[in-house]
C-alpha cells in the first residue's frame, strides 16, 4: 500500500479503531468507578488511581450504594475510617465512606452530607471536622463548589440543573481523555501489586501510600514532614484567626448540617476528629488552645438544638492513642500503631472511635460532649496535657518548641495557662 | 479559538475545507473568498471586537501601499514619506494597545507621575500582524510588491494558519501560492497536512503542556521571593526552555499543516534550536521568520545607513581582518543590540522581556567577536570547528537556558533569585526522600554541601525523567522538517543530501506504517485535549 489516498483511508481507519479501543479499555477497567463496572480480580478490583478524581468517583458510588449510614470528613475520613469495620453496628449498615481526601473544608461535607441524605435512605450521618478549617474567616463562602456540579441535587434538594451536562463532561473524562487511559492501564497494571491504593465500592479506601512511605522513609521521616507544613499551616491559620470575636468561622455551616439532618429524620453525629501530640503541640505553640476549647463550648451549644438528634463527640486530647511516641530519627523499622503523621489517623483508631461512639464500649479515648460537660472536659484535657507534658517524663513533639510562648510548663513543672482568644 | 481544541479540530476546520473544497470544485474565487471569511471568523472567535480593531488598520494599510505602489517610482519623495507615515501608523498602533499601559506604568514607576493604567483590549497576534503590514508597505515602495487587489491583501493579512503566532510571511512568497492555487481536493497536501498537524498537537499537547505544571510553582515561589535551590532552579529553567521549545514547535508545524491543507507552504520557523553550535546559529533556527524580518527590516537599514555615514566619514568600517573595534561597536554591536532589544520589546511590554532581548544582543556581539578574533589565534578552522564544536554547543545551550528564565519569571528580580539559584548561592538540595535512599552517597552528598529539604521527590523525579526524555527528543531526533523533508513540509525545504540514519530511518512515507502511527499519535493528541492551553506565542 502507499500513495495519500490510501494513507488516509488507513489512517482514518487506524484512528476510529484506536478509538473504539481507548473506549473499550476504559469502559472495562473503569478506574473511576463511574460506570460501576464489575470487579474482576486481577483486572480491575483495585481501583488505585480512584483517590486522584475523588469527588467524580464517590459522587457516582453513593447514588449505587444505597448506604443507611453515611461517614463525611476529608483525608482522615478517606484513609482512617472503613465502612466495613466489624466495629459498626448492624444497624448502621450498609455504611458509605464519603470522606474526601484533598483538605476539602466544611462546606464541602455540608454539600456531601445533603447529596447523600436527598437521595433517601441514610438514618445515620457521621461527620468528621477538622478545627483548622474553624480558622479562616471567609474560607468556606463559595456557594456552590466546582464538584457540586455533578450531585444529583441543589442546596434545595431540586433536581440540580448543572448535573446533565456536568455528567456528560464526566462520562467524556472517564472514557475519551488520555488520564482516562493511562489510569486504565495503572489500573490493570497494579492488581498484582502487594501494597496499592484502592477505592473500595464503600468509599473505603487502602492506607498503601502511608505504608509505602513508612517502609522507604520511615515513621520518623512521615512525622518530620507532616510536622513542618501543620506548623506552617497553623502560623497561617494564627494570623487569619487573630482579632476575631464572636463565633468562629464556619459553624453556620455546622449548624445548616444539622437543620438538613434535623428536616429529613437523620441523627446527625458530629466528630471533632484526633490528633497527634506533635499536631496538638503546634496548636499550644502558636497560642490556638483557647480557639479549640472555643470551638468545643460553640459546637457543643450547636448540638444542644432542642428536638434536634445531634451528638457531639470529642477525640481532640492528650489519650493513649494521640501520644505514642515517634520513632528516633534514623530508625526505619519501627511502626507507631496509631497514627501514619500528625494528623492522619489509622483505621484501628478509626474503628476504636465508631466503638466508642456507637456501642458505648471499647478502651477510654474521647469523650461525648454536651454544654453541661465541655468546661470540665477542656479542664481535663489540660489536666492530661500537664501530665504529659509537665509530668516527669516531660514529652517533646519532634519539632523542638524552643519558640514562645513555650510549651506551657514553668519550671517547677507547673502548668502555665493560655488564656482566651488571640 | 484555539488549534488545539474539540470546536477548531472537530467543527470549525472540517466545516473550512468542506467549504473550500467543495466551492473550490466550482469557482477557486469563491473558494479563496471561503477561506477569507472563514479567517474573520476565526480571529472574531474569541473576541469579536477584535475585527473592529484590526479591520480598519487593514483597509489604511491597503491604502497606503495603493498610494505606494502609484507613487514610488513617480514621486519617490512622497513615496518615502507615505512608507514613513504608514511605519509611524502600525508602530502607534501596536504601541497603543500593547505598550501603552507598560510606559505609562514605567514612568509612573519612575518620576511618580499619575498615568491612568486602562485595561485595553488586545487584538489577537498584533504583533505578527504589524510586522507583516509593515513588510508588505516596504516591499511595495522597493518594488518587489505590485498587481494587488484588496482580497489578495486580505487574505494574505487574514489566513488563519499563521494569523496569530506567524510565521511571519511575505506577501511576496505568499500571493504566487494563492494565485496557483486549484483549491481542490489534494490528497498529496491533505496528507502532509494531517500528518504535520498532528505531530504539532502531540508536540504541545503531551511534550510541553505537562512541564508546566511542573514549573509553574517554582517560578510562582521565586516571585514570593522563596529561594530555590540549585536543583529547582535548573529544573525551573531547564523545564521552562523545553516547555517553550515543544510549545512553539508544535504550534508552528500545526501553522504548516493546516496552511497545506489548502496547498499553501508556510516558510520555515522552527529547526531544531537547540542543536544550535552558536548563539548566532541559535537564532537561524528559532523564530526563523522573526529573525529574518528583524533583520532585513531593521537590522540591515541600520548597519547600511550607519556604514555610509561612516565610509562618508573617512573612517574604517566593519568586516573581515581590519575591523578596528570602533567599527564593530558602532556597526555590528549597536545595531545588534538595538535591534534585539526590538526583538525583546515586541515579545511583550515588560522589563523582563527586554532585558532577555538585551541579553541575547550580547551574546550575539560576542559571538561576532570571537568569530572576528578567532582566526588570529586559532588559524585552522576546520581543527577548531571539529574540537571546539561541542564546546559551543554547551556555552550555546546553557545561555539560552539562563536566557529563558527573563522569558518566564514573573519579575526581574525572580529571575536573578532563579539565577542566584542556578549558580549555587542559596545551595544545593535533594528531597529528603532520595537522601533516605541514597545511603552512603547520600552521606557524600551531604559533606559537598548538598543538603536534604522536605520538597517532593516524587515531583523531584517526574520532572528529571520528563526534562530527560525532551532533552533527548529535542537534541537526539530529526525534526519535522527533517522526517518530512521529501515532500517540502515549509517553503523551500528539500532533503539534505547526506541524510543521517536516524533521519532515514523516521523519514515519512505515505505508507502503511506511517498512517497506523500517525493514527496513535493523532488519538494521544485527540485524548489530551481536555486540558485546554493557549500556546506561548499567542500572548505575543
Not at chain 1, 449548624?255 to 496538638?280: E, G, N, Q
Not at chain 2, 515532500?487 to 523551500?492: F, K, S, T
Amino acid at each position: 500500500m502507499s500513495g495519500p489516498r490510501s494513507f488516509l483511508r488507513t489512517w482514518i481507519l487506524s484512528l476510529m479503531a484506536f478509538a473504539v479501543l481507548v473506549v473499550s479499555v476504559n469502559l472495562l477497567a473503569d478506574p473511576y468507578d463511574v460506570f460501576g463496572t464489575p470487579r474482576i480480580a486481577g483486572f480491575n478490583a483495585r481501583k488505585p488511581t480512584a483517590r486522584d478524581h475523588a469527588m467524580l468517583t464517590k459522587t457516582y458510588q453513593v447514588a449505587r450504594a444505597h448506604p443507611a449510614t453515611v461517614v463525611i470528613g476529608s483525608s482522615p475520613v478517606y484513609l482512617g475510617i472503613d465502612a466495613f469495620s466489624p466495629a459498626w453496628p448492624a444497624a448502621m449498615r450498609p455504611v458509605y465512606n464519603y470522606g474526601i481526601p484533598g483538605g476539602y473544608a466544611t462546606l464541602a461535607s455540608l454539600e456531601t452530607l445533603r447529596e447523600a441524605i436527598f437521595a433517601g435512605g441514610v438514618k445515620d450521618a457521621v461527620v468528621f471536622l477538622d478545627f483548622q478549617n474553624f480558622l479562616v474567616p471567609g474560607g468556606d463562602s463559595a456557594a456552590v463548589t466546582e464538584e457540586s456540579r455533578r450531585f444529583r441535587f441543589a442546596p434545595d434538594g431540586s433536581p440540580n440543573p448543572y448535573r446533565p451536562r456536568q455528567m456528560a463532561e464526566d462520562m467524556f473524562l472517564a472514557l475519551g481523555t488520555m488520564s482516562a487511559l493511562t489510569d486504565s492501564l495503572i489500573t490493570v497494571a497494579r492488581q498484582e501489586k502487594p501494597v496499592s491504593l484502592d477505592m473500595a465500592r464503600d468509599g473505603s479506601a487502602t492506607e498503601a501510600d502511608f505504608i509505602n512511605a513508612a517502609n522507604a522513609d520511615g515513621m520518623h521521616d512521615m512525622f518530620a514532614q507532616k510536622d513542618m507544613f501543620e506548623a506552617e499551616r497553623a502560623n497561617r491559620s494564627k494570623r487569619a484567626i487573630a482579632g476575631w470575636t464572636g463565633p468562629l468561622p464556619g459553624l453556620d455551616i455546622v449548624s445548616r448540617m444539622i437543620r438538613v439532618a434535623h428536616a429529613h429524620h437523620v441523627k446527625l453525629t458530629l466528630v471533632i476528629a484526633p490528633h497527634h501530640f506533635d499536631s496538638l503541640e503546634l496548636y499550644w505553640r502558636d497560642g490556638l488552645w483557647p480557639r479549640i476549647e472555643q470551638l468545643k463550648t460553640e459546637l457543643a451549644a450547636l448540638a444542644a438544638t432542642p428536638d434536634h438528634d445531634v451528638i457531639l463527640w470529642d477525640f481532640m486530647d492528650y489519650g493513649t492513642f494521640t501520644t505514642e511516641d515517634v520513632p528516633l530519627v534514623g530508625d526505619r523499622r519501627t511502626e507507631t500503631h496509631w497514627f501514619w503523621e500528625p494528623t492522619h489517623f489509622k483505621k484501628q483508631v478509626g474503628s476504636i472511635m465508631i466503638q466508642r461512639m456507637f456501642d458505648g464500649d471499647g478502651p477510654a479515648f474521647g469523650a461525648a460532649l454536651t454544654q453541661a460537660n465541655v468546661a470540665a472536659r477542656n479542664a481535663d484535657v489540660r489536666t492530661e496535657r500537664q501530665a504529659v507534658v509537665c509530668g516527669p517524663d516531660r514529652k517533646r513533639p519532634l519539632t523542638a518548641l524552643d519558640k514562645p510562648p513555650g510549651d506551657g510548663c514553668a519550671s517547677n513543672g507547673v502548668v502555665l495557662r493560655q488564656n482566651g482568644p488571640t | 479559538m484555539l488549534f488545539n481544541s474539540y470546536s477548531f479540530i472537530f467543527g470549525f476546520l472540517p466545516a473550512v475545507l468542506a467549504g473550500f473544497y467543495l466551492l473550490g470544485a466550482r469557482n477557486r474565487e469563491w473558494a479563496l473568498l471561503w477561506l477569507t471569511a472563514a479567517s474573520l471568523v476565526f480571529y472574531a472567535w474569541w473576541r469579536p471586537v477584535n475585527v473592529l480593531l484590526i479591520a480598519p488598520s487593514i483597509l489604511i494599510n491597503f491604502a497606503l501601499s495603493r498610494v505606494l505602489e502609484r507613487t514610488s517610482e513617480a514621486r519617490p519623495r512622497l513615496a518615502r514619506i507615505t512608507l514613513l507615515g504608514g511605519i509611524a501608523f502600525n508602530l502607534c498602533f501596536l504601541g497603543y494597545f500593547k505598550y501603552l499601559n507598560f510606559f505609562a506604568g514605567s514612568l509612573n514607576d519612575a518620576f511618580g507621575t499619575h498615568f491612568v493604567l486602562t485595561q485595553l483590549i488586545l487584538p489577537l497576534g498584533i504583533s505578527f500582524i504589524t510586522f507583516q503590514k509593515i513588510a508588505f508597505l516596504v516591499d511595495v515602495q522597493a518594488g518587489r510588491v505590485s498587481r494587488f487587489s484588496i482580497r489578495d491583501y486580505a487574505l494574505f493579512v487574514l489566513f488563519f494558519p499563521q494569523l496569530i503566532a506567524g510565521p511571519i510571511v511575505h506577501y511576496r512568497e505568499m500571493m504566487p501560492q494563492f494565485r496557483a492555487l486549484s483549491c481542490r481536493y489534494d490528497p498529496d497536501n491533505v496528507a502532509v497536512g494531517v500528518t504535520l498537524f498532528f505531530f504539532g498537537l502531540a508536540k504541545k499537547l503531551l511534550l510541553a503542556d505537562p512541564m508546566s505544571r511542573l514549573i509553574a510553582p517554582l517560578y510562582g515561589q521565586a516571585a514570593a521571593g522563596v529561594p530555590q535551590s540549585m536543583t529547582e532552579a535548573w529544573i525551573a529553567a531547564l523545564g521552562f526552555t523545553l516547555q517553550i521549545y515543544f510549545d512553539f514547535s508544535g504550534y508552528t508545524d500545526m501553522a504548516l499543516g493546516l496552511a497545506r491543507f489548502f496547498g499553501i507552504k508556510l516558510p520555515p520557523n522552527f529547526n531544531s534550536p537547540l542543536k544550535a553550535g552558536s548563539i548566532i546559529d541559535f537564532w537561524l533556527r528559532w523564530h526563523i521568520t522573526l529573525t529574518r524580518f528583524l533583520t532585513a527590516y531593521l537590522y540591515n537599514p541600520m548597519t547600511l545607513a550607519l556604514t555610509r555615514r561612516r565610509m562618508a566619514r573617512g573612517k574604517a568600517v566593519y568586516g573581515g581582518r581590519n575591523t578596528t573595534i570602533p567599527a564593530f561597536f558602532s556597526l555590528l554591536a549597536m545595531p545588534t543590540i538595538l535591534t534585539m532589544f526590538v526583538s525583546g520589546i515586541w515579545h511583550g511590554a515588560g522589563y523582563t522581556y527586554i532585558l532577555w532581548g538585551v541579553l541575547h544582543g550580547l551574546l550575539l556581539c560576542v559571538n561576532h567577536a570571537w568569530r572576528l578574533v578567532r582566526p588570529r589565534i586559532w588559524p585552522n578552522a576546520a581543527v577548531y570547528n571539529r574540537r571546539m564544536a561541542p564546546v559551543g554547543f554547551v556555552l550555546t545551550f546553557v545561555s539560552v537556558v539562563f536566557g529563558m528564565v527573563l522569558f518566564r519569571a514573573p519579575t526581574a528580580s525572580s529571575a536573578v533569585m532563579l539565577w542566584k539559584g542556578m549558580t549555587g548561592a542559596y545551595g544545593a538540595s535533594l528531597p529528603q526522600a532520595v537522601f533516605s535512599r541514597l545511603g552512603a552517597a547520600g552521606e557524600w552528598l551531604n559533606t559537598i554541601g548538598v543538603h536534604p529539604a522536605w520538597t517532593s521527590g516524587s515531583v523531584l523525579l517526574e520532572a528529571t525523567v520528563r526534562i530527560g526524555v525532551l532533552l533527548a527528543i529535542a537534541l537526539a531526533m530529526p525534526n519535522t522538517l527533517e522526517i518530512l523533508a521529501p515532500y517540502e513540509p515549509a517553503l523551500g525545504v528539500k532533503p539534505a543530501k547526506v541524510r543521517p540514519l536516524a533521519v532515514r530511518a523516521l523519514a515519512w512515507t505515505p505508507g502503511r506504517t506511517w498512517a497506523i502511527g500517525l493514527a496513535g499519535i493523532a488519538l494521544a493528541g485527540i485524548l489530551s485535549l481536555g486540558e485546554l492551553s493557549e500556546f506561548l506565542y499567542w500572548q505575543f
